[in-house]
């Protein structure tokens, strides 16, 4: 186990240097000019060379390669060339906006989809089955977007049962924090309680066919033991897996959410540096989020022999 996640990391640290090499390439491959961005439209050719130094954009690509990966080891994210302000700290201030909305979306997913997905692989062939793979379906056909936008219409507007916008940290006030992102967390949530329902049924189905389900049965095991403790703890591996993976895609997904529901989170402020051909910010935020990915991929690896000893991973 120890050998398999020592070659993980350093397969991992090889993705990070990679996507640092694409996240830079790819954020210079943007239509437009950020000095001009920067410098204004009534900018004279001097000025904008000035503003170019400045910024280190007069340099070649190799160069300005190198002193980015200096300054991102160093912890130096650099500047917005939007606001002045240091990286790290607008960053810092957005980061625990998209961290809090993101669990507890991801917590509503897992409770709907591994509860829906449960039901439906139990009352297999009844009209709980029929009803559940019908949502799924809905949920995955309808954006997200849409359900937000309908959302803020009736539950906000015309009920007024939730706020439209704003935020308040949990560590403030938490049933106001409470009362703010549950309106957001169900609209994230749903398309991934979809995918989990899904996921979890087609496992729990194969799982409750397995011989060693049919045997716990035998013993005279009741049938809320065997599928607690047989079962579910079985499908787990499968759900952890897509758990995993749809917990990165939530940063990609509040970027539309915080959007809609005026959240200042990390997507709000990546919408807005792209829009300002932000190099540093956008640089800054793709490599974090693909830390993120790595560092999720490396739990679920982990994961997976503490759910099910059968499974032993080998490097």
């Known amino acids: 186990m120890g ?55 007069d340099q070649s690509l190799p160069v300005q390669y190198g002193r980015y990966v200096g300054n991102l080891l ?48 139990v009352r297999r062939g009844r009209w709980q089955e029929w009803v559940v793979s019908s949502t799924s379906v809905l949920l995955l056909s309808v954006p997200s977007f849409w359900i937000g ?38 609209v994230l949530g749903t398309a991934i309680s979809a995918v989990v329902m899904r996921q979890t049924r087609a496992s729990m189905l194969e799982t409750l066919s397995a011989d060693f389900v049919r045997t716990a049965r035998a013993k005279g095991l009741s049938p809320r033991r065997v599928l607690g403790r047989y079962a579910l703890r079985n499908s787990l591996v499968v759900v952890v897996t897509v758990v995993g993976l749809q917990l990165g895609g939530l940063i990609s997904g509040a970027v539309v959410t915080e959007r809609i529901f005026g959240l200042p989170g ?31 991929n490396l739990a679920v690896d982990a994961l997976y022999s503490l759910l099910d000893p059968r499974v032993r991973v080998e490097a």
């Not at 917005?80 to 509503?108: C, F």
């Not at 308040?168 to 992102?181: F, I, K, N, Q, Y």
């Not at 990546?270 to 790595?294: E, G, K, N, S």
């Open 3 to 57: 050998r398999y996640l020592f070659h993980r990391t350093w397969q991992s640290l090889v993705t990070l240097v990679l996507a640092s090499v694409v996240v830079f390439l790819g954020v210079r491959a943007l239509p437009g000019d950020p000095a001009l961005a920067l410098a204004g439209e009534e900018a004279t050719p001097e000025q904008l060379a000035a503003v170019r130094a400045d910024l280190g954009l």
């Open 74 to 121: 160093q912890g130096d994210l650099g500047e917005s060339v939007r606001t002045g302000q240091p990286v790290a700290d607008l960053i810092a201030t957005t980061l625990p906006v998209t961290a809090w909305l993101s669990l507890y979306a991801m917590l509503v997913a897992v409770v709907l989809g591994v509860g829906a997905g449960v039901v439906a692989a």
């Open 149 to 186: 936008i309908l959302a803020v219409l009736v539950l906000a507007v015309g009920l007024g049962l939730f706020p439209a916008s704003g935020y308040v940290s949990p560590l403030e006030d938490p049933l106001r924090a409470l009362w703010h992102l549950t309106m957001p967390a169900f």
């Open 266 to 296: 990390l997507g709000r402020l990546t919408l807005d540096a792209v829009f300002t051909r932000d190099y540093a910010v956008i640089q800054a935020v793709v490599v974090l989020v693909t830390a993120f990915y790595v560092v999720i």
